[in-house]
T-cell receptor, first 117, second 112 residues
């Protein structure tokens, strides 16, 4: 089965510029997460979608970050304008979460590494 | 919200020795505790998990223990091998949700 796909893998931008990341989850996975992983730290949840609805975006810096999941499949995460502290790997993950079939396992993509200069 | 503390941040062991990584969590309602392994430049991958109704779980050389009273859980790797070298993350999620809060990670180095 195909895994979680993310693009681009790497992006270098200057501060105040904008950037967008794309994620395609595993087919059939209703729940999609975006995590931010700063170098040397654990992943930090930014936003959780269930199908095309937002479950939790309490840790998303909404003044500069936005995310959407149209049609309940692919998702995009946008940063505008970027700050130096946004330099991180942005990980997309999906999970099945279907009643008794829900194992809780998150399947991560390879991540998109953002460098803000 | 949930807070997960993980220790140590780095761990070096000789090949064949055991490695233990410990985590504590703050939310007594948390009931799912997975461990993820992340090799350099790669995605995190689930290696083992435990639920709050179980005290210990083993999978070959890997085991996880959970003490709900003390709110801590540990990862045990026996007979370590060089391919065990990676960063390990513990995580916790609350009742009714699999939304995970991760620890800061432990970089394990297995010296041949």
């Amino acid at each position: 089965e195909a895994g979680v796909a993310q693009s681009p893998r790497y992006k270098i931008i200057e501060k105040r510029q904008s950037v967008a990341f794309w994620c395609n989850p595993i087919s059939g996975h209703a729940t999609l997460y975006w995590y931010q992983q700063i170098l040397g730290q654990g992943p930090k949840l930014l936003i959780q979608f269930q199908n095309n609805g937002v479950v939790d975006d309490s840790q998303l810096p909404k003044d500069r970050f936005s995310a959407e999941r149209l049609k309940g499949v692919d998702s995009t995460l946008k940063i505008q304008p970027a700050k130096l502290e946004d330099s991180a790997v942005y990980l997309c993950a999906s999970s099945l979460e279907l009643g008794l079939l829900n194992t809780g396992e998150l399947f991560f993509g390879e991540g998109s590494r953002l460098t803000v200069l | 919200g949930e807070n997960v503390e993980q220790h140590p941040s780095t761990l070096s062991v000789q090949e064949g020795d055991s490695a233990v990584i410990k985590c504590t969590y703050s939310d007594s309602a948390s009931n799912y505790f997975p461990w993820y392994k992340q090799e350099l430049g790669k995605r995190p991958q689930l290696i083992i998990d435990i639920r709050s109704n179980v005290g210990e779980k083993k999978d070959q050389r890997i085991a996880v223990t959970l003490n709900k009273t003390a709110k801590h859980f540990s990862l045990h790797i026996t007979e370590t091998q060089p391919e065990d070298s990676a960063v390990y993350f513990c995580a916790a999620s609350g009742a009714g949700s699999y939304q995970l809060t991760f620890g800061k990670g432990t970089k394990l180095s297995v010296i041949p």
